[in-house]
């Protein structure tokens, strides 16, 4: 068919007198338009994606076709890992651009701006492409280049003499950014260590730890694309947790009528597209959900059928009752004593939510019933002393409403999520490392990581061999000048090997900087509890996949990756087999092919593996004339379940019976001592991972580990509260927890796109408060913190509760004079001064600017704001409970003096130590009943075997 483009007057014009190109000169077929009706038509169809022909956008007027191989992988930007296709040109072999996976089920070919700016991150100018191993002292910014075999040769030595001489605990690795669905849980426990370490106690341990204390699962599943009312403590829009996937659902939920509600003190994106923004003082969310429950509980809304038989209300009664009888009747009286206190009224003097609009969410979600989606992730229960209530009260609201596991109501993650079968299963680890789980700290949800430099300037420890991955706790945890002064010691850790595909602050005091892959350039396996259903997505390197389509494989991802860049899978295996070279350790027996007995394991067989038993892959392949790892690497992504709804009402088979006992009184189904279920209206269901195997109104746990006053769930005032505030003093509370929609804590400053649209973090105030002190928009505020202060501008907004500030945490990147060049879009150089006794002093000596590389782009950058990291200058909470860091800050604001400039800081590390120690006391420490220290329904990231739960007989 030949061209019949019409063309303009103007162009015809221009044709004419030679100025473009004669574009009525039709010489070739035209490309197919991407403009049928249908699903998923805008994507090209899959059968093309081995030869996908495009325009080149730059020729344009000239139509000249460009050739792609389209492979499929995930994004690595946020934890939600959508789906990504990658366009490699054919001719040049590079990825020109990455698009959405129209075949990814959560993200369903959509991604947020971050998504498609992995390109920017992979043509980097400054990224590491090759081993790095420090010269002179850590810390010192001198660098030389080195072989992967130098490398793995000399850490594996480390780490087997640590082995031989065990000390098993003095291996740690610590992850920031996972995304690899249990591939470190194996290799650590073929070690024999309890080395895991993680970022979630700064991230969402709070909330994980208020769930799970209710039902045994740690995080919530909504169901928002079938609520008819959503309830959001976050800003799930624009940044919150899965907040693509998430957002899409809300959307959509909302076109069919649902109604928003965001109890955020921050006029988010996400909160201006509610239909009830609720802007509660910072802490008291818990007083706000809690008179809702009331409300439900006074106007007869709850669903009676679902607390009856799935909620431990008769141990409530039998406990804490003891004289009255065991009727449902009596436990709801009881009850509305309990939160008779929690009046709309009380709620409204705590928060400042009004007490008419409490009622009237609290109605329509009573209205909404099975109906009701809700989610908490970091926002309030990461912010505050007894944050874990946070989400505690909003689970609450689904128990009432019996909006748990229900078609769009709230599912346990558990249930949208998949746990990969290997091939060998390492036995757990004879360990427990008390750097991570010290006994001051028996149900923190995960290891209180951000505690570790002070436990080890205190003695508690040391690391012989500490991995950091894709984690960066100088710049992104709080009193980072602690974290330096700890990596900078060989005494506490004797190498620090930083696993990162780009320079941070804390590679700087590293031994080795190991380059690891972006998104394109590593194997990872994903699968979230985006909806209600269940799904599976492969990230893989996408040069390698297009090398094997061209006939041309590679044995190790860093031979079709830029420079050396590697991937951790492999990497592990090769270090593996090195600290263990003839297998008199029992590590190497864990790294054989299941398919080449005795030959060491592949990359292609470690997921081949693991995909033959994925439920329904194996069909799915089998259709597509396919073995189960081909059709992973050509589509990226397998749904195993569209919907998967009230899982606590499996029926237990005859054989998961067999030799069971059942408790009369409390109907639970017990077999080898554990309990596997609870007969419910006669019928053996498999219930809830609890001791009552339902949700559990009253806690018994709380009570034997020493916290009786939270039997419960209740309001907890936060550290921050107003009676803790000396308002007369200039004192606010610094919320410092939100995001840019944008970019992604340390990790986007490598993207071009990502810093030209989010530069700068300034304080947002309320134009009252900047009234009170005196400061427009642009001015500096000195803003003081227990440990020390920033300097930083100010954003004048009536977006912000009055009384209330807040700081975006993902900016303020910074290098000093002699480390390497890295993020230039993003990072500002810095000189930084410690006076020997604790004082450190940074100032910003060059703001961002132009600068030349083989980017042309790197010229044109016009901003010169870098923003400034408030993170370092904050002390450490630990919330005695759960473990998290309760990051919101008490501040004092004053104007800045005619010596301080913007972005500076300074910080006192002995009051940081102080500070630590205050919140210590607040802890009851273990053991708890029978010398445990922690209780073993509880999970561990990464679970030691059982004997060592409890504390060594004296
Ligand atoms: S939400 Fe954005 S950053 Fe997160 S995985 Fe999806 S595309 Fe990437």
Redesign the pocket.
Known sequence: MKNKRHHTLIEQIAEKIGLIPNLHQETETPLDRLTEPGHLTNFPPPEKWDDWVEYEAKDWPRLSKKHYTIVPT?????????G?TAFIDKETGQVRKFEGNPYHPA?RGR?????PATINQITDPDRILYPMKRKGERGEGQWERVSWDEALDDIAARIRKALLEKRNNEVVYHVGRPGHEGYMDRVLQSWNVDGHNSHTNICSSGARFGYSIWYGYDRPSPDHANADFIFLISAHLESGH????HAQRIIEAKMKGAKLAVLDPRLSNTASMADYWMPSYPGTEAAVLLAMAKVILDEGLYNRPYIENWVNWKDYLKKVHPDLPVSFENYIEKIREEYREFTPEFAEKESGVKAAMIVDVARQIGKAGERFSTHNWRSASSGNLGGWAVSRCLHFLNVLTGSVGTVGGTSPSAWNKIKPKFFDTPPAQTFWNELHFPKEYPLAFFEPSFLLPHFLKEGRGRMEVYFTRVFNPVWTYPDGFTWIEALSSEQMIGMHIALTPTWNETAFWADYVLPMGLASERHDLNSYETHSGVWIAFRQPVLREAARRNGKPVTFTYEANPGEVWEEDEFWIELSWRIDPDGSLGIRKHFLSPYRPGEKINIDEYYQYIFENIAGLPEAARNAGMTELDYMKKFGAFEVETHSYKKNEKVLSAAELEGSTVDEESGLIAKNGSAIGVMVDGKPFVGFPTPSRKNEFFSQTMIDWKWPEYAIPTYIKSHIHLDHLDQSKGEYVLVPTFRLPTL?HSRSGNAKWLTEISNRNPIWMHPDDAGRIGVKTGDLLKVNTDIGYFVDKVWVTQGMKPGVVACSHHIGRWRRQQDPEGNRWAVNTVSIENDGNGGWRMRTVRNVGPFDSKDPDSKRIFWTDGGVHQNITHAVHPDPISGMHCWHQRVRLEKAGAQDRYGDIFVDTNKAHEVYKEWLKMTRPAPGPDNLRRPLWMPRALRPAKETYYFPEE
């Open positions: 995930t994004c690595f930007n946020c934890e939600a890992a959508c990504l993200s991604n947020c701006a971050k998504g899965y907040f693509n996937p992604i």
